[in-house]
């Protein structure tokens, strides 16, 4: 996926990325090819609701926090499917802005 290697790249680079993610996972939240800020962020500063940059079984995605147990992170899309439990070390960003 080609904007997943653009947002690892520019977090690496400047901490902060913005994309044109394409998908219907998180409908209502974030259309198909909106652009997407993401931010570097440490797991401490997530909580549940947030939309993070998660690396989810050697993929990534854009999921929301459904529920937090410690450092492990119940992940899940806009359209009700759960994914499973992460933990905080493969949290690697969160989604700051939502834009056409």
Partial sequence: MGWVNDVLKELKE???AKVRPFG???RGKIESGQLVTIELVSYQNVNTGDIVFVKWKNNYLLHLIKEIQEDKFLIGNNLGKINGWVL???IIGKV????D
């Fill in 14 to 16: 400047n901490k902060i």
């Fill in 24 to 26: 219907t996972s998180m």
């Fill in 88 to 90: 905080g070390k493969d």
């Fill in 96 to 99: 700051t802005g939502v834009c």
